[in-house]
């Protein structure tokens, strides 16, 4: 019997890379000088605005999204992909830069661990990327945070507006996740300390603030934002908005170092804007507007990814990021794995490895539902298979067939194993697509609809959902919003990543279900409507076994267990 190839670990590989100082490859790929970069060690640095600002005459490039099939446990490999996909373009000649986002520390510790990619695809420093980073998402926890404090001092002084303390809405945020921070009470303890209320915590990729920094212009419209933060009501039913409460202006400042884009490199020490980290579930899951603008200026190809399945996360950027920012996406790339289609199919997750035609060809109807729905927003499409190495030429062949028979190229891509070599035939498919098909992009609704028929409109269309079901707390807050300047936002669901219901458990391409609307939330600063769905937590919780248990530094001062 052969012996079982030993492959090294994604931190393991990421430790043997020759990284350059990130002026060089500033320098080198992106003709940035070292005076535009604000220097965070050897291999970090932020883009100055003054750099940004001096680029809005140059042509922009093409955007690039990597979606992918609804997640299962068995992974698909989307930031993998996208790493993997640019530096092939790279090696192939083609100016390319990758836009990604930070990952959170809740997942890190949790149970899904880092973000950065993986194999031969990574994006590094991998270590400081998922620990700490440059700081960004402790700038927005703590403006998050500043906010709260302010609004219980508020109360605590009596000042006008009057908030009421029963319709306050906005909660407390930490980057971890602590279910037991969900509902809290604060402010006990006597007079001195407040007046006692209901409150809680979101997990800071959950926070508004997470959402509005990825969705500024600028810093100027960052500002705005911050301030048309919906924070509560007054007894008398008037909305309170955060520049009432006159913290803005330091809310801003907290922030101001966190607003430039972050660049660092891949493997193969080619540049990516690695900025923001909203969840994909939950809020819009997409990096800032201000990196994608940025390196569209700067390279021809941009590739940028969205979070989870093309349900939640290309609707999202479609419907929320481009039109919100006014961008136009050239090309989709739907990355599918072989082991999550045979779990679509209804194969055990520990009889993956086995060979099993018919579950492909079962589990394919998910990968057909994304296609179609890429379909609706006009763009071309391009199927990457994200190859293991216990996948069969019989199993990748029934995907080629399955994407062929509507019209799509499905190419294999050997990234993780190979690194760009290995994801070469995507690339030049990628470019071959965008030279023969011409985009025509367009979102699914429009602005002046209805929020319950934008929300129809993705439930039915999106997610196949034979229609709504939206208890009587969500009518009546959909029935108060009627007439507002927030019945012209776009929506933003947040609903279970694996599938296309609101159930978890329900994977594959589900019939005749339906979208259970439990709450509707008002992000105005972000400017979309947080549609709240089935069971879906805005702070999560630890697993029985959370990765934190087995993460270490050993006695070489290395972090070990971490991935």
């Given at each position: 019997?052969?012996?079982k190839?030993?492959?090294?670990?994604d931190?393991?590989?990421a430790?043997e890379a020759t990284?350059?100082?990130?002026?060089?490859?500033?320098e080198?790929?992106?003709?940035?000088?070292?005076?535009?970069?604000?220097?965070y060690?050897?291999?970090?640095?932020?883009?100055?605005?003054?750099?940004?600002?001096?680029?809005?005459?140059?042509k922009?490039?093409?955007?690039?999204?990597?979606?992918?099939i609804?997640?299962?446990?068995a992974g698909?490999?989307?930031?993998?992909?996208?790493?993997?996909?640019?530096d092939?373009?790279?090696?192939?000649?083609?100016?390319?830069?990758?836009?990604?986002?930070?990952?959170?520390l809740?997942?890190?510790?949790?149970m899904?661990?880092?973000?950065?990619?993986?194999?031969?695809?990574q994006?590094?420093?991998?270590?400081?990327l998922?620990?700490?980073?440059t700081?960004?998402?402790?700038?927005i926890?703590?403006?998050h945070?500043?906010?709260?404090?302010?609004?219980?001092?508020?109360?605590n002084?009596?000042?006008?507006?009057?908030i009421?303390?029963?319709?306050i809405?906005?909660?407390r945020?930490?980057?971890m996740?602590d279910?037991?921070?969900?509902?809290?009470?604060?402010?006990?303890?006597?007079?001195?300390?407040?007046?006692p209320?209901?409150?809680?915590?979101n997990?800071?990729?959950?926070?508004?603030?997470?959402?509005?920094?990825?969705?500024?212009?600028?810093?100027k419209?960052l500002?705005?934002?911050?301030g048309?933060?919906?924070?509560?009501?007054t007894?008398?039913?008037?909305?309170?908005?955060?520049?009432?409460?006159?913290?803005?202006?330091s809310m801003?400042?907290?922030?101001?170092?966190?607003?430039?884009?972050?660049?660092?490199?891949?493997?193969?020490?080619n540049?990516?804007f690695?900025?923001?980290?909203?969840?994909?579930n939950?809020?819009h899951g997409c990096?800032t507007?201000?990196a994608t603008?940025?390196?569209l200026?700067?390279?021809d190809?941009?590739?940028?990814?969205a979070?989870?399945?093309?349900?939640?996360?290309?609707?999202?950027?479609?419907?929320?990021?481009?039109?919100?920012a006014?961008?136009?996406?050239?090309?989709?790339?739907?990355v599918?794995t072989?082991?999550?289609?045979?779990m679509?199919?209804?194969?055990?997750k520990?009889?993956?490895?086995k060979e099993?035609?018919?579950?492909?060809?079962?589990?394919?109807?998910?990968?057909?539902?994304?296609i179609?729905?890429l379909?609706?927003?006009?763009?071309?499409?391009v199927?990457?298979i994200?190859?293991f190495?216990t996948?069969?030429?019989?199993?990748?062949?029934?995907?080629k067939?399955?994407?062929?028979?509507?019209?799509?190229?499905a190419?294999?891509s050997?990234?993780?194993?190979?690194?760009?070599?290995?994801?070469?035939?995507?690339?030049?498919?990628?470019?071959?697509?965008?030279?023969?098909e011409?985009?025509?992009?367009?979102?699914?609704?429009?602005?002046n609809?209805?929020?319950?028929d934008?929300?129809?409109?993705?439930?039915?269309?999106?997610?196949?959902a034979?229609?709504l079901?939206i208890?009587?707390?969500?009518k009546?807050?959909?029935k108060?919003?009627?007439?507002?300047?927030?019945?012209?936002?776009?929506?933003c669901?947040?609903?279970?990543?694996?599938?296309f219901?609101?159930?978890?458990e329900?994977?594959g391409?589900?019939?005749?279900?339906?979208?259970?609307?439990?709450e509707?939330?008002?992000?105005a600063?972000?400017?979309f409507?947080?549609?709240?769905?089935?069971?879906?937590?805005l702070?999560?919780g630890l697993?029985r076994?959370p990765?934190?248990?087995?993460?270490?530094?050993?006695?070489?001062?290395?972090?070990?267990?971490?991935?």
């Amino acid at each position: 019997m052969a012996e079982k190839t030993k492959y090294k670990s994604d931190i393991e590989i990421a430790r043997e890379a020759t990284l350059k100082n990130i002026v060089e490859v500033a320098e080198k790929k992106l003709n940035i000088k070292a005076e535009h970069l604000d220097l965070y060690g050897h291999y970090k640095a932020k883009l100055s605005f003054d750099y940004i600002n001096s680029l809005n005459k140059n042509k922009n490039g093409k955007l690039i999204l990597v979606t992918a099939i609804t997640p299962t446990p068995a992974g698909e490999g989307k930031t993998t992909t996208t790493l993997g996909l640019g530096d092939a373009l790279q090696k192939i000649g083609k100016k390319s830069s990758v836009c990604i986002r930070e990952p959170s520390l809740g997942p890190c510790f949790g149970m899904k661990g880092g973000a950065a990619g993986g194999g031969k695809a990574q994006a590094i420093p991998m270590e400081d990327l998922n620990l700490h980073f440059t700081g960004d998402f402790h700038a927005i926890s703590t403006a998050h945070n500043l906010l709260s404090a302010v609004i219980d001092n508020h109360i605590n002084w009596d000042k006008d507006p009057k908030i009421d303390v029963r319709k306050i809405s906005w909660k407390r945020t930490m980057d971890m996740n602590d279910r037991a921070l969900r509902q809290i009470i604060c402010a006990i303890g006597g007079p001195g300390n407040g007046f006692p209320r209901e409150d809680g915590f979101n997990i800071t990729p959950a926070s508004e603030i997470m959402a509005i920094f990825t969705l500024s212009e600028d810093q100027k419209d960052l500002q705005r934002r911050l301030g048309n933060i919906l924070i509560g009501y007054t007894r008398e039913k008037k909305p309170v908005l955060a520049k009432e409460l006159n913290v803005v202006g330091s809310m801003s400042v907290l922030l101001k170092d966190a607003i430039k884009p972050n660049l660092i490199q891949s493997l193969e020490n080619n540049p990516v804007f690695v900025h923001g980290g909203p969840f994909g579930n939950i809020a819009h899951g997409c990096n800032t507007i201000i990196a994608t603008k940025a390196a569209l200026k700067m390279t021809d190809y941009v590739i940028t990814e969205a979070g989870f399945g093309a349900d939640l996360g290309a609707e999202k950027f479609l419907d929320i990021k481009c039109r919100k920012a006014d961008l136009k996406t050239d090309a989709a790339v739907l990355v599918a794995t072989i082991r999550a289609l045979k779990m679509h199919g209804g194969v055990e997750k520990d009889n993956l490895s086995k060979e099993n035609i018919s579950a492909v060809e079962k589990g394919s109807a998910n990968l057909l539902k994304h296609i179609e729905n890429l379909k609706k927003y006009g763009l071309p499409i391009v199927v990457a298979i994200n190859a293991f190495v216990t996948d069969t030429k019989e199993e990748m062949d029934i995907v080629k067939k399955v994407c062929k028979k509507v019209g799509i190229s499905a190419v294999v891509s050997k990234h993780w194993e190979k690194g760009s070599d290995g994801a070469i035939d995507l690339a030049n498919k990628v470019v071959e697509t965008l030279e023969k098909e011409k985009s025509s992009f367009k979102t699914l609704y429009d602005n002046n609809l209805s929020l319950e028929d934008k929300i129809n409109k993705i439930a039915c269309e999106i997610y196949g959902a034979k229609r709504l079901e939206i208890n009587a707390s969500a009518k009546k807050q959909l029935k108060d919003l009627e007439g507002t300047e927030y019945e012209k936002f776009p929506v933003c669901i947040a609903k279970t990543q694996y599938s296309f219901t609101a159930d978890p458990e329900n994977g594959g391409l589900p019939q005749e279900h339906l979208l259970p609307v439990k709450e509707i939330r008002i992000s105005a600063g972000a400017e979309f409507i947080v549609v709240i769905c089935g069971d879906i937590m805005l702070m999560p919780g630890l697993p029985r076994i959370p990765a934190a248990e087995s993460i270490f530094i050993d006695d070489k001062g290395l972090t070990q267990g971490l991935f």
